[in-house]
């Protein structure tokens, strides 16, 4: 009723110019923060409005009251990972610049220069994170600077800018992005000079489709990408981590190449039901051609379980084997013993099966594993967000998570099984025979 008054006292002019007053729509992370500041963040998630904000931030820094009045800002750097997503997020984007600005102050777009002008004289230039140098001779009051987090020259882009932010009494810019673990996002966070504002894809709902939230939260439940892309927050490493977010990216392929071997790997739960530890089952292959040395292993599928009893992962385990053609199912006996393998066998008495046992601690184990991904030997070739979650806090010292790191666990002893026991046997001398 309040608003339906306030509506209705408008008048005609004033209902027209209403879609254009951001600061009335805007959400609490997309208006900028009060006082001295030099840079500001806004972080979010996937469609929280980020662009929205550095459009609405740039018009409101080079209009002035009237369409030919100056603003605040004369001069403005827009940088992009690239010169397309510059010009095409940026400035023609459905959140851009063209598409926020009303018909009396509409910059025109002077495509050979890559550069807006408004009717009053001020330039918004665009710029590539690709292309540092080019940052070099021109001269700023105002930046805005979209995804930094993913600028692939970030730190030399970022130093560049700085040099070139020096017109006016006080020049300011702004960084919208959705968070990464980098050391330049990360460095501009700590600075005194910097405000931050944060909002998760939520904080946008009501200009997104109504299925897209409820899809991607179930799909991405519980994960790193989760944390970082729907609620926007900066996903660090674990310090002293034995497997770094940015190892365990290079690490995703798509291709498999025909592989020698497949095995299932289990890390047996000591208890059933629904608040039991989970069972770790993952499947890995490998490509053996030559020496071990030039051996790859493939990452295939991580089937872990939180079982109802110990029939159903075996069930689970045995099922992944049929899934992948797997030579032989792998798992460790140090707290099931003799159990673990007729468990396996109720299932299926002809599994080909071999108990291992654990006689170093998880992270002594888990360290030559790390080793093999330092190397490039190691791929994932599967979507395995929850197991990469768990590598992601193993470090030298041990898990830094909550609960057993079963699943990397399971990991362990499928590259241990196709990877370091046959180096190890390869490496035995060989006995001569004397004739």
């Known amino acids: 009723m309040e608003r339906a008054a306030f509506l209705d006292s408008l008048s005609e002019n004033a209902l027209a110019s209403l879609p254009w007053l951001f600061s009335f729509w805007a959400a609490p992370h997309q208006v900028p923060p009060a006082g001295d500041w030099r840079t500001w963040v806004c972080l979010g998630g996937r469609g929280a409005g980020k662009t929205r904000a550095g459009a609405e931030w740039v018009r409101n820094m080079v209009e002035g009251a009237r369409p030919l009045d100056a603003g605040t800002a004369r001069r403005v750097a827009l940088v992009a990972e690239t010169y397309d997503q510059a010009r095409e997020v940026m400035v023609f984007g459905d959140s851009g610049i063209l598409a926020c600005s009303p018909p009396d102050r509409l910059p025109q777009w002077e495509a050979t220069r890559r550069r807006l002008v408004w009717p009053?004289?001020?330039?918004?230039?665009?710029?590539?994170?690709?292309?540092?140098?080019?940052?070099r001779g021109p001269q700023f009051d105002a930046a805005w600077c979209d995804e930094l987090a993913k600028w692939p020259r970030a730190e030399e882009t970022w130093d560049m800018l700085q040099f070139a932010l020096r017109l006016g009494t006080h020049p300011r810019q702004l960084v919208t992005t959705t968070p990464r673990n980098q050391d330049t996002l990360k460095a501009i966070l700590a600075a005194p000079s910097t405000?931050?504002?944060?909002?998760a894809t939520e904080a946008n709902r009501a200009w997104l489709a109504p299925s897209f939230?409820?899809?991607?939260?179930?799909?991405?439940?519980?994960?790193?990408?989760?944390?970082?892309?729907?609620?926007?927050?900066?996903?660090?490493?674990?310090?002293?981590?034995?497997?770094?977010?940015?190892?365990?990216?290079?690490?995703?392929?798509?291709?498999?190449?025909?592989?020698?071997?497949?095995?299932?790997?289990?890390?047996?739960?000591?208890?059933?039901?629904a608040k039991s530890d989970l069972c770790g089952i993952v499947v890995a292959g490998v490509?053996?051609?030559?020496?071990?040395?030039?051996?790859?292993?493939?990452?295939?599928?991580?089937?872990?379980?939180?079982?109802?009893?110990?029939?159903?992962?075996a069930q689970a385990a045995i099922d992944a084997a049929r899934r992948h053609?797997?030579?032989?199912?792998?798992?460790?006996?140090?707290?099931?013993?003799?159990?673990?393998?007729?468990?396996?066998?109720?299932?299926?008495?002809?599994?080909?099966?071999?108990?291992?046992?654990?006689?170093?601690?998880?992270?002594?184990?888990?360290?030559?594993?790390?080793?093999?991904?330092?190397?490039?030997?190691?791929?994932?070739?599967?979507?395995?967000?929850e197991l990469e979650d768990q590598m992601g806090l193993m470090t030298a010292q041990g898990f830094t998570g909550t609960g057993s790191p079963d699943r990397v666990d399971a990991l362990v002893w499928a590259l241990h099984?196709?990877?370091?026991?046959?180096?190890?046997?390869?490496?035995?001398?060989?006995?001569?025979?004397?004739?």
């Not at 405000?195 to 909002?199: D, I, Q």
């Not at 030039?294 to 109802?308: G, I, N, P, T």
């Not at 099984?417 to 004739?435: D, N, V, Y």
Request: proline letters at 7%; aromatic letters at 6%; one cysteine or more.
């Open 417 to 435: 099984e196709l990877m370091l026991a046959p180096a190890a046997r390869w490496s035995q001398p060989k006995l001569r025979t004397l004739g």
């Open 213 to 273: 939230l409820a899809e991607i939260r179930a799909r991405y439940a519980g994960t790193h990408l989760e944390r970082q892309e729907l609620d926007g927050a900066l996903v660090a490493d674990a310090e002293g981590t034995l497997w770094p977010l940015e190892l365990l990216a290079r690490a995703r392929v798509r291709d498999v190449p025909g592989l020698s071997r497949v095995v299932v790997a289990v890390d047996p739960a000591v208890s059933s039901g």
């Open 120 to 135: 009053n004289g001020a330039v918004a230039q665009c710029f590539s994170a690709s292309d540092p140098e080019a940052l």
């Open 325 to 385: 053609g797997a030579d032989r199912i792998v798992a460790e006996v140090n707290q099931g013993g003799n159990l673990v393998g007729e468990v396996l066998r109720q299932v299926d008495p002809l599994v080909p099966y071999r108990a291992v046992h654990a006689a170093r601690g998880k992270a002594v184990r888990a360290e030559p594993v790390a080793a093999l991904y330092e190397q490039g030997r190691v791929f994932h070739a599967a979507p395995l967000r």
């Open 287 to 313: 490509w053996a051609e030559g020496p071990p040395a030039d051996w790859r292993a493939y990452v295939l599928e991580d089937a872990s379980l939180r079982a109802s009893s110990p029939t159903a992962w």
């Open 195 to 199: 405000v931050m504002t944060h909002a």
